[in-house]
């Protein structure tokens, strides 16, 4: 079968939205992300034996008339339409949705993601255009789809979904996890094929970078989280070592022009000993010499893997520190404690890596004294880069059930970003407002970013990284009007 896999238009008038990101945004660093989990689904179902064609119409700046040309030219008529979606644009990816649907009504038309996962009955609610939704992570549930819709087999027999029947709304059991991720193809054999590396920019990372994951799951509880607690769960599954390093093989043969990988898992130390293994075998292969990379790393990983992980090409480590307020660590379920923080950060340096820090305020227990602890604690610890955003509560999450149960958050999806795209602050604590939050954010990265030290540092850096300086004046050139707005 046909399937038309679209990372659907939004906002294509101010920047590129980056609907993969943890906050789905036109973000203030220019940065996007790839459109990973439509990729590995469109690469497996292509693996299957299904034809697939591919449309980034954010990288590419495509407007909603431009993106439907364009489909209209693969003359698809019948088959299958997987449109990704977030809850930002989750109205307009219904919109579009049904301009496909009335253009195109022979084809099956499902929309996956976060958003229609954590409120799939809503979601169908919103247009009868829809004809279903993936519930969860969504491969096997694509391709399952495919070959039920190719074959003629009723649409009830296919796992993972919710579908529209006589006028009603019925779930189908749920798709199992996909317990060996070796069966996936390489996202980047997929990129290589599809899409423009020059399109994607990450601002820790040097440009242009590939993107990918190594695993699936997080075994931690943070209550903000959104892709454990709506379509991976926390039962940590992981491509074998071997399988990773090959991707990477397969990207310094194949990508010269790129020269980092980011690990977008949500914890990739989670398991020490394969950790260990990846970087033992980068070593062996020589890899660690082609390709720096960078990955999210949680507080708690030891200096002894720190070091095997530099000498393996790690260059950055990214972890959720999110505040310097004990109190508010506990009440997020982090698992974290701040007297470990310095230590983190410590054996960080020892080892050689630089530290991309975030930071996060807006949880339960914020006040402007725990915000200034937050703010403290980020000028103290002193990591490489830093992040201030304000809580995003999504769908799905417990975050979110505690602000919508207390009444701190706007019921409209449409304002999770501002007209021009960029992130909006949908809650208001008592005695803080979203306003006060934004404020202190603007605040702290101007504080941060504007000390003489760091821009002294910054240069240090540079001139022994050419491509660090290059990574960081394009971010900079990102940044620099909202740093002095």
Known sequence: MKIYVINPP??????????????????????????????????????????VVFQDAPARRL?????????????????????????????????????????????????????????????????????????GEYDMIVSELAGALQAGTPVSEVRGLCYRSDGQLLRTPAMPPMKDLDELPFAAAFIKEHLNPRDYFFAAATYPSIQLFTGRGCPFRCNFCVYPQTMHGHAFRTRSAQNVVDEFAYIAEHFPEVHEVVIEDDTFTANKKRVMEICRLLVERGLNRRLKWLCNARVGLDLET????????????????????????????????????????????KAGLLIHACYMVGNEGETQETMQETLRLAMRLNTDTAQFFPLIPYPGTEAYAWAKKNG??????????????????????????????????????????????????????????????????????????????
């Open 10 to 51: 939004f906002k294509a008038e101010f920047g590129k939205f980056s609907r993969e990101s943890r906050s789905p945004a036109v973000t203030k660093s220019g940065a996007l992300y790839y459109p990973l989990w439509l990729i590995y689904a469109a690469a497996y179902a292509r693996k299957q034996g299904h034809e």
């Open 63 to 135: 407007g909603e008339e431009e993106s439907l040309q364009e489909i209209r030219s693969q003359g698809l008529g019948t088959g299958l339409f997987v449109l990704g979606t977030s809850t930002p644009s989750i109205r307009s990816d219904i919109r579009f949705a049904g301009r496909l649907k009335k253009e195109f009504p022979s084809a099956f038309v499902l929309l996956v993601g976060t958003h229609p996962s954590a409120l799939p009955e809503e979601t169908m609610g919103f247009s009868e255009h829809v004809d279903a939704v993936a519930i």
């Open 306 to 349: 720190m070091k095997a992980m530099k000498k393996a090409g790690c260059r950055l480590i990214i972890p959720g520190l999110e505040s310097g307020s004990q109190q508010i660590l506990d009440n997020i379920r982090k698992g974290t404690k701040v007297e470990s923080f310095k230590e983190y950060v410590d054996n960080a340096k």
């Open 408 to 485: 701190y958050i706007e019921p409209d999806y449409e304002k999770y970003c501002r007209p021009d795209g960029t992130h909006n602050t949908v809650l208001n604590l008592p005695g803080l407002s979203a306003q006060e939050m934004v404020d202190f954010c603007n605040e702290a990265r101007r504080r941060y970013y504007l000390r003489p030290r760091y821009i002294l540092h910054r240069l240090c850096v540079g001139l022994t990284d050419p491509r660090d300086l290059q990574r960081s004046l394009k971010a900079f050139g990102k940044l620099r009007k909202y740093l002095f707005k």
